[in-house]
C-alpha cells in the first residue's frame, strides 16, 4: 500500500502541538508499536458514522494504522482525557461512505491526500469501539 510520509516540521513540530490543543479537531491516538511494543502517539481525527466511531489514515499505510492493525487495540481522546478502545479493520467495500465523511469533517487539510491517493483501499479505516 502507498504511504505519504509527512515532512519532519509536521512530525516534530505541527503533530505535538495538534494533539496537545485539538487543532482541527485531533485527538491523540496512542498505539503499541508493531515491532517494540513501546507506545506512539499521533494526532487523529475521529469520525462518526452509523452511530460507530472510525478513524481514517489520509494518507494511506502508515505506521499507526499498521501499528493497529496488529495491536487491535488504542487509546484515543483529547489531551489528558485519553481511553481505551479496541478497533477493527473495515473492508475495503465498506470504506465509501466513511472516508466521505471524513472528508467532509477534516476539509482541506487532507484534500491532497485523497487526490494523490483516490483509491479507498489505499486509505485504512478501523472502526472503534470502547474497550
Not at 39 to 66: F, K, N
Request: glycine content about 8%; some cysteine; hydrophobic content about 45%.
Amino acid at each position: 500500500m502507498p504511504y505519504l510520509r509527512p515532512p519532519r516540521l509536521v512530525r516534530q513540530v505541527f503533530n505535538p502541538i495538534a494533539m496537545r490543543f485539538g487543532i482541527g479537531g485531533t485527538q491523540a491516538l496512542t498505539v503499541a508499536g508493531r515491532v517494540t511494543g513501546v507506545a506512539h502517539r499521533v494526532p487523529v481525527i475521529a469520525v462518526e458514522v452509523d452511530g460507530a466511531v472510525h478513524l481514517v489514515s489520509p494518507r494511506g499505510e502508515t505506521d499507526w494504522a499498521r501499528n493497529l492493525r496488529v495491536a487491535g487495540a488504542c487509546r484515543l481522546g483529547p489531551h489528558g482525557d485519553e481511553r481505551p478502545w479496541r478497533a477493527t479493520e473495515v473492508p475495503v467495500d465498506d470504506r465509501a461512505p466513511i472516508i466521505a465523511a471524513y472528508r467532509a469533517q477534516a476539509g482541506r487539510a487532507v484534500r491532497s491526500f485523497f487526490e494523490k491517493l483516490p483509491d479507498a483501499a489505499d486509505h485504512p479505516v478501523f472502526r472503534l469501539e470502547p474497550a
